[in-house]
């Protein structure tokens, strides 16, 4: 028979594990709701920005850019965007698989990891895909996640094709669904794959000023910067939408396991006191006789 | 006319104007009722917005672009 006491403070520090994790779930659901407006406030400049690119480019085309030329995969760089902290569920595992499985497919060219998020950065710090020049402060963005700090680091990247200094760029994120689930995604970020054309208005003759090309070429990096704002905004709600979920199980798990011990404890007290009363009827019994 | 600001972060500014003056990159541009449709970019400087009551909003880009298009005006601003 288990021991009353222990079972005591078995309870005790279940309890205070799920008042933990309950709380958790309350943080979360709140900054879910914030992370969630942020993509909401961003979407009408994205849409718009897609719409005038697609307007601008119809009759250029983005072949001529710089920012889409198809070139030998040499050199191929992978944003691999999770969280800072932990107790999220699969959250960030599942971004590291297929993070590692877009490395391997790329096992012909010198694959470079950017790190967005201390996870992720923890994981591949190990690996031959790291070096730290690259990834100065990996878990900085999410501590103030601004379009600002967002558009330097796509700078960078954008730079760094511009040069030649790499050839492909792929960004490994979980996509925002809806609270309960996150979509797995690995998007090409560089070099840009050609807008459809198939929304652009194109019966509406614009004034361009400067020339269409102009706008194009200046277009494409901000809707770049705007990708990747998006992908970061997007893992940003899901880990809280990740992490609501699991600490949602976790308390109701810790509810099933208090139930379980008190069940417990009451049979054992209750063994003990009709032991003890046992005990001493029959010595009385003794004496009587 | 209709007019909205938007950067990637907020809507800065929706409303009616009759008059937008913008800091377009091959010079400064004013938008009028019944403007052309037009696709521009902006750079750095003031946006100034006349609502319909008369009064003047100004706003600071780093530059952009704007579209104009059947009577409204939409400013992706940075």
Not at chain 1, 151 to 162: D, R, T, V
Not at chain 1, 182 to 197: G, R, W
Not at chain 2, 4 to 26: M, N, R
């Amino acid at each position: 028979m288990a021991n009353l006491k222990e079972i005591r403070t078995r309870i005790v520090s279940v309890n205070s594990t799920m008042q933990i994790t309950s709380a958790m779930k309350m943080v979360s659901a709140a900054k879910l709701k914030r992370a969630q407006d942020a993509i909401t406030r961003m979407r009408p400049y994205a849409e718009k920005l897609k719409d005038i690119l697609e307007n601008a480019s119809a009759s250029v085309g983005v072949e001529g850019s710089i920012y889409s030329q198809q070139r030998e995969e040499k050199n191929v760089w992978v944003v691999v965007v999770t969280s800072n902290r932990g107790l999220c569920g699969g959250f960030n595992n599942n971004v590291i698989k297929e993070a590692r499985r877009v490395v391997a497919q790329h096992a012909h060219a010198k694959v470079q990891i950017l790190g967005m998020g201390k996870k992720g950065a923890d994981f591949f710090r190990k690996t031959a895909n790291w070096t730290e020049a690259m990834n100065p402060a990996p878990n900085a963005i999410f501590d103030r996640l601004s379009f600002e700090h967002a558009s330097e680091i796509a700078e960078n990247i954008i730079q760094a094709f511009a040069e030649g200094k790499v050839d492909k760029v792929v960004v490994v994120y979980n996509r925002f669904k809806n609270a309960a689930v996150q979509v797995v995604t690995a998007e090409q970020l560089l070099p840009v794959l050609p807008p459809s054309t198939a929304g652009a208005s194109s019966s509406v003759d614009y004034i361009f000023e400067p020339a269409k090309e102009q706008i194009v070429a200046e277009l494409i990096p901000r809707s770049l910067k705007v990708q990747l704002y998006k992908a970061l905004l997007d893992s940003f709600a899901s880990e809280h939408g990740a992490r609501m979920t699991a600490m949602h199980k976790a308390t109701d798990n810790a509810g099933e396991l208090v139930k379980g011990l008190k069940l417990t404890y009451n049979k054992a007290r209750q063994a003990a006191i009709t032991g003890e009363i046992l005990e001493i009827v029959a010595g009385a019994e003794a004496l009587n006789g | 006319m209709q007019i909205e600001i938007i950067t990637p972060d907020t809507t800065l500014y929706a409303g009616e104007a009759t008059y937008v003056f913008l800091p377009g990159s091959d010079g400064s541009l004013g938008v009028m009722n019944n403007h052309a449709p037009l696709i521009s970019s902006l750079k750095k400087g003031t946006l100034r917005v006349k609502d319909n009551a008369g009064k003047e909003l100004n706003f600071e880009v780093n530059g952009g672009t704007v579209e104009v298009l059947n009577n409204k005006v939409v400013v992706l601003a940075e």
